[in-house]
């Protein structure tokens, strides 16, 4: 199992940009695809992005694409999600997530049901 913590969340006006962070430990970070989700207000938790476990592939949902980073350093144990141009509509909580199959295991899409293990989650709020 690992334990996932984030960090980085706050109050920015739209066009800003913010950083999370994701640190995991207790499990062999490396070894497992990264997630980023978030969940606003009366809404079904979604998918935002996702790294494979070496880093060569990400994946981004439609909405954040182009303005959305994610990165991960495996030396430090931990997963990144870079938000520029931000806008009202990503005021979420986000969560970070670890791909719950087997270690060095790269999908070719990623979905809620992919992950097992999930933080506590961070808020985001963009105001306008």
């Known amino acids: 199992q690992v334990q996932l913590v984030e960090s980085g969340g706050g109050l920015v006006q739209a066009g800003g940009s913010l950083r999370l962070s994701c640190a995991a430990s207790?499990?062999?970070?490396?070894?497992?695809?990264m997630g980023w989700f978030r969940q606003a207000p009366g809404k079904e938790r979604e998918f935002v992005a996702a790294?494979?476990?070496?880093?060569?592939?990400?994946y981004y949902a439609d909405s954040v694409k182009g303005r959305f980073t994610i990165s991960r350093d495996n030396a430090k144990n931990t997963v990144y999600l870079q938000m520029n141009s931000l806008k009202p509509e990503d005021t979420a909580v986000y969560y970070c997530?670890?791909?719950?199959?087997?270690?060095?295991?790269?999908?070719?899409?990623?979905?809620?049901?992919?992950?097992?293990?999930w933080g506590q989650g961070t808020q985001v709020t963009v105001s306008s």
């Open positions: 207790g499990r062999t970070f490396s070894s497992y695809a």
């Open positions: 790294i494979t476990w070496s880093g060569g592939s990400t």
């Open positions: 997530a670890a791909d719950s199959s087997r270690p060095y295991y790269s999908r070719t899409t990623y979905t809620l049901g992919d992950f097992g293990s």
